[in-house]
């Protein structure tokens, strides 16, 4: 293979290895997310210039531990580096190795290697192995392993532009695999060599492995490795089993002469450890969880008083002047009345979406959602999910089964809707602007805060509801998903990785909820130039004006205030 | 695979108690665990169980691993 002036580049790596940071750094400025060809989850994509000539295509995958799928995650992985004809389909790799549980990155490294792909590694998080006692030597790892490879922080950007001039000199020699397969089951890998035309015997077992869960296979082929793994009385649980444990040997000789350890005071660990104790703890556990969530929703709306009040004072002027302005006739009722408040209600709610993801961002950093989900596993298990989907039900990102639901019909779509809370999640703020007055409670708690963390914690319950019942009736079979999971250390999350979090998010909020939030202003300046505007956010002083003019809606707010 | 009904597994560990992997009741669970870094000869330290009891949080090859009590009860240990 002859190097392209664009090569498609995918990034793999265990979840929590500094995968996305990479991402985020090498496409800094070029990053373009959408959907992924064929697959259901939102992929990411971004375009990083290696050098004068060249740019290539980075896919940033799902995090995995093996290509051996357990989770929908891993198979969208197994399923990309599979099939060859699908236009993502990678010319090379860069893997990302963490440095602190380099043992098991390697494991990853060393199946995709053995695949048959150009593989450039890029070693993370070196500071905090040193710090742990765990020491690379790098000229040796380079040479145990044969491959290019590069130690890089993605704070400091030191070692990037190195990783950049390997990804662009790719080593494409073929080369013995790190632990051959063909041994486990010879007659299987070579019929399948013989009828594939692929060199890797590795490729060969892992797609007769995987011949039912993998896109790539049709009829055909599924037929054909059916009969084949009959014949040769193929079994992959034992294989698979043999598999990983002779890449662990490989692995073991690798970092015996790699890698020395040193025992240290692990600082961090014995403070994550402490943390735990109370985070996990049996009556404070989901006390500290509610707590948290509900100084969120104060805080909310605490922070965002003051900005939210020179707002209001700047709509509420502006209209005025524009209604002594203007001579009165529809246009103006539909500026005045409809349009300015509209918009007026935007930007009081903006802010204050920005600190809830800023928020949720920071939870999903320092490592506590991870918590969450080992906290309520017990309880999402009763309907047919683990603790890990609260995850991204919490953060507000579209989760699993919503997915699913999405990708089958027009009834999936509808129920996919239900399921939306990410969508709802700025409609509830927009509801809450309009009919909850900030009227303080004991003083220190906030009405408005206290009323959007209820429809927050229904609507969980609400998409947890509909997605077991759609469980129950459209007969959605995925993979078999496994709780195990890893208590990641607790950090202090980087001011790149809470920018990217936050973008996330809010580029989230413009595709799904953007629709939504229109509608609701459109209907809502509609209602107000129609029926003579009383519908107006009952914090702003049009608002009360309105309120004491208006009967009914005055009753509703004097009742709540009383 | 052992077959033995009176092992120990790693479900059956007291907080803080520890323990080396001797094997697995479950060829098909056993590869995610393998893959997680639970190799047999490894030695495995039981953290602390969640709130309701279930999961459970072991400490192996350098980290914080959390699995479900019947997930913890195909790892056997020497005994």
Excluded at chain 1, 166 to 176: F, G, I, T, V
Excluded at chain 1, 556 to 562: D, G, K, Q
Aim: proline letters at 4%; charged letters at 20%; glycine letters at 8%.
């Amino acid at each position: 293979m002859s190097l392209k002036a664009n090569p498609r580049l995918a990034l793999l790596g265990n979840p929590n290895s500094g995968k996305t940071s990479l991402f985020n750094y090498l496409t800094r400025q070029h990053q373009r997310t959408g959907n992924f060809t064929g697959v259901t989850v939102d992929k990411k994509i971004g375009f990083c210039k290696l050098n004068e000539h060249m740019e290539a295509r980075v896919i940033d995958l799902p995090g995995a531990y093996s290509i051996y799928p357990h989770s929908q995650d891993e198979l969208i992985v197994s399923d990309l580096l599979g099939c060859t004809d699908s236009p993502d389909y990678p010319d090379m790799l860069l893997v990302v190795v963490d440095a602190c549980h380099i043992k098991r990155s390697l494991l990853l490294l060393t199946e995709v290697r053995d695949l048959g792909f150009p593989v450039v590694v890029a070693i993370t998080k070196i500071d905090a192995a040193a710090e742990q006692g765990i020491e690379i030597d790098l000229t040796e790892l380079r040479r145990e392993l044969g491959l290019q490879l590069m130690a890089v922080n993605t704070l400091t950007g030191v070692g990037i532009e190195d990783l950049k001039y390997l990804l662009s000199n790719p080593r494409m020699k073929k080369a013995e695999p790190y632990y051959d397969v063909t041994e486990l089951a010879p007659e299987l890998v070579g019929q399948m060599r013989e009828n594939y035309g692929w060199c890797s015997s590795y490729r060969c077992y892992q797609m007769a492995c995987h011949y039912e869960s993998v896109k790539w296979c049709g009829e055909d082929d599924q037929e054909f490795i059916r009969s084949l793994r009959e014949e040769c009385d193929f079994d992959d649980a034992t294989t698979q089993g043999k598999d990983t444990i002779g890449r662990y040997s490989f692995i073991d000789k690798v970092i015996s002469s790699a890698v020395s350890y040193h025992r240290k005071k692990k600082r961090r660990e014995q403070f994550t450890d402490t943390i735990d104790r109370y985070v996990t703890h049996r009556y404070w556990g989901f006390g500290l969880l509610f707590a948290l969530f509900f100084a969120i929703f104060q805080s909310i709306y605490f922070w965002t008083a003051i900005p939210g009040h020179f707002i209001r004072q700047g709509a509420d002027s502006f209209s005025s002047y524009l209604a002594e302005a203007m001579t009165p006739s529809v246009g103006t009722d539909l500026l005045v009345k409809g349009l300015l408040p509209a918009a007026e209600l935007l930007l009081v709610v903006m802010p204050q979406l920005a600190i809830l993801f800023l928020c949720l961002t920071l939870l999903e950093e320092s490592g506590y959602m991870a918590r969450v989900a080992f906290l309520t596993d017990k309880i999402m298990r009763r309907f047919g999910m683990t603790g890990k989907c609260l995850m991204p039900l919490l953060s507000g990102v579209s989760f699993e089964s919503e997915e699913i639901c999405r990708n089958s019909g027009r009834r999936g779509r509808f129920m996919a809707f239900l399921l939306h809370h990410s969508a709802r999640l700025p409609l509830y703020m927009l509801l809450v602007a309009l009919f909850v007055p900030a009227i303080p409670i004991l003083t220190v708690l906030n009405l408005q805060g206290i009323v959007l963390m209820g429809l927050y914690v229904s609507g969980i319950f609400i998409s947890i509801g509909v997605s077991y019942l759609v469980r129950v009736f459209m007969n959605t079979h995925g993979i078999r998903s496994l709780f195990m999971m890893e208590l990641p250390i607790y950090c202090v999350p980087t001011r790149h990785s809470v920018g990217a979090g936050m973008y996330e998010k809010f580029r989230h909020f413009g595709v799904e909820a953007g629709k939504l939030v229109l509608l609701f202003l459109i209907c809502f300046v509609m209602y107000n130039a129609l029926f003579g505007g009383d519908l107006l956010p009952v914090n702003t002083a049009l608002g009360s004006k309105a309120a004491s003019e208006s009967p009914a809606l005055g009753n509703i707010i004097s009742f709540l205030i009383n | 695979m052992v077959t033995d009904i009176n092992y120990k597994s790693a479900a059956d560990l007291k907080p803080g108690e520890k323990g080396i992997i001797s094997g697995f009741t479950d060829s098909h669970l056993s590869l995610k665990l393998l893959e997680m870094g639970c190799l047999p000869g490894t030695e495995v330290q039981m953290n602390y169980a969640a709130p309701l009891g279930d999961p459970i949080c072991i400490k192996v090859a350098g980290y914080n691993l959390s699995l479900r009590v019947d997930e913890a009860a195909i790892i056997i240990l020497e005994s």
